[in-house]
């Protein structure tokens, strides 16, 4: 495969993989609706933050002796599933009636959430391990070409992010009524439980 067949395949199927729903695109959609659009891409930045560090490891190749070792997979994977249970938990329990109320997201707790998300989904590393492979270019250098499609990858999630966040704007006003508040927040809590349920009883 030579170079630009490599990257057209690839930008085909990631972007693919990119808009298929999953925990991430939902923590900012519910963050755009909820907390607004800067708090958005701070949670945005957060997720593809994890996505480089993904990226590099795989580089290195801890990727794939993380992918390899049952142990490590479980351990993270355990987390990740706790830790999106929690957070779902929590916004089916005390949803938010009003913006005034302390965001469920601060500034700085968005970022970090959009984070803690990404790097406790062993799924991600497991992804990159078995998919970005396919597209390096015959005779290039995975220690290169890796991180070029993750960086890719990451590009494609951020316009992604982007458009979730826009088509929320027309109706963010409404979004932000009280009793819709709380149902989007319960909503949102029961797919995150869901995710870490799924993430927590998936296999290797």
């Avoid at 923590?27 to 659009?37: C, M, N, P, Y």
């Avoid at 958005?40 to 290195?60: F, H, Q």
Wanted: proline share 5%; glycine share 8%; charged share 10%.
């Amino acid at each position: 495969m030579s170079v630009a067949q490599a990257l057209v395949a690839y930008i085909i199927a990631a972007t693919v993989l990119t808009i298929t729903p999953g925990p991430d695109s939902g923590l900012v959609l519910r963050t755009a609706i909820v907390d607004g659009a800067k708090q958005a891409a701070r949670a945005s930045l957060g997720i593809v933050t994890g996505l480089s560090v993904w990226g590099v490891a795989v580089a290195v190749g801890l990727g794939a002796l993380m992918a390899a070792s049952e142990a490590a997979f479980r351990i993270l994977q355990w987390a990740g599933a706790i830790y999106l249970v929690w957070f779902g938990l929590r916004l089916m329990v005390k949803p938010r009636k009003h913006l005034d109320e302390t965001p469920a997201l601060a500034q700085t707790q968005a970022f970090r959430s959009g984070l803690l998300q990404n790097l406790l989904n062993p799924k991600i590393c497991v992804f990159y391990v078995s998919f970005l492979p396919q597209f390096v270019p015959a005779g290039g250098e995975v220690l290169i070409w890796t991180p070029i499609l993750a960086s890719v990858h990451i590009g494609l999630t951020l316009i992604w992010f982007a458009a979730l966040v826009l088509a929320t704007r027309p109706l963010a006003d409404m979004l932000r009524k009280p009793n819709v508040l709380s149902r989007i927040d319960r909503f949102t809590g029961a797919v995150f439980m869901a995710s870490g349920a799924q993430l927590g009883l998936s296999r290797l």
